[in-house]
């Protein structure tokens, strides 16, 4: 039972590129979240899925794109990725609502020159 | 909008002392309120929920209060220890099924 995985655990971006960040829980749960960290602030809500094939925008959704691909798959896409994306990024899942025990995977960090 | 604040500066405190760590927050109401622990360069851990009907919750040497009068909320960890140094996160409902409004955090540095 790995709980929530994400990968890749670190990469570098030049300004333009694209890249998926991948998660994956194997608790069974409904819902999944993509959060961004930046030094100083709380996490921001980038985008979840209440359920396998919807999503919703959250807090701070421009710039990003996700899928779910299946009740154990979500993943965040940066079509053209900016310096403001630099950040920490954390997939978590939770067996149904927000206000529930959240469940982090170990986060990637994506640097963007 | 909603606003949730931390001690944005670290808290030292000497083994065996009690910690105490606040989250004060402004323009809502919650029905809901949690702790997380996160450890450097990884994810967030749930550590405790509190409801807006429970004025204190505890778990083995944590413990935490709510007063929806003052908009705030205590954490406390008694006989504090170096491995529980971490930062620590509040997280608020705000009356969506998906969404929490979360605190920057307060790094605790227990010195032995």
């Known amino acids: 039972n790995a709980g929530v995985t994400q990968t890749p655990k670190f990469q570098v971006l030049k300004t333009g590129q694209s890249m998926t ?93 | 909008s909603q606003k949730i604040e931390q001690n944005s500066e670290a808290l030292n405190i000497q083994e065996g002392k009690t910690a105490t760590l606040t989250c004060n927050y402004t323009n809502y109401s919650p029905a809901y309120l949690q702790w997380y622990r996160q450890d450097p360069g990884r994810g967030p851990v749930f550590l405790l929920l509190i409801r807006e009907n429970e004025k204190e919750k505890r778990k083995e040497r944590l413990k935490v209060t709510f007063d929806t009068t003052l908009k705030q909320s205590l954490f406390h960890i008694t006989a504090s220890q170096p491995a529980d140094s971490a930062t620590y996160l509040c997280a608020l409902d705000v009356g969506s099924n998906y969404q929490l409004i979360w605190g920057a955090g307060t790094k605790l540095i227990i010195k032995p």
């Open chain 1, 21 to 113: 960040l991948q998660c994956a829980q194997d608790m069974n749960h409904n819902s999944m979240y993509w959060y961004r960290q930046d030094p100083g602030m709380g996490l921001r809500l980038i985008y979840y899925s209440a359920s396998e094939g919807t999503t919703d925008k959250g807090e701070v959704p421009n710039g990003y794109n996700v899928s779910r691909l299946n009740k154990r798959e979500f993943s965040l896409r940066l079509e053209s990725a900016a310096p403001s994306q630099t950040s920490v990024y954390f997939c978590a899942s939770t067996l149904d609502r927000a206000q529930e025990t959240q469940y982090f995977g170990p986060g990637t960090r994506l640097l963007v020159l």
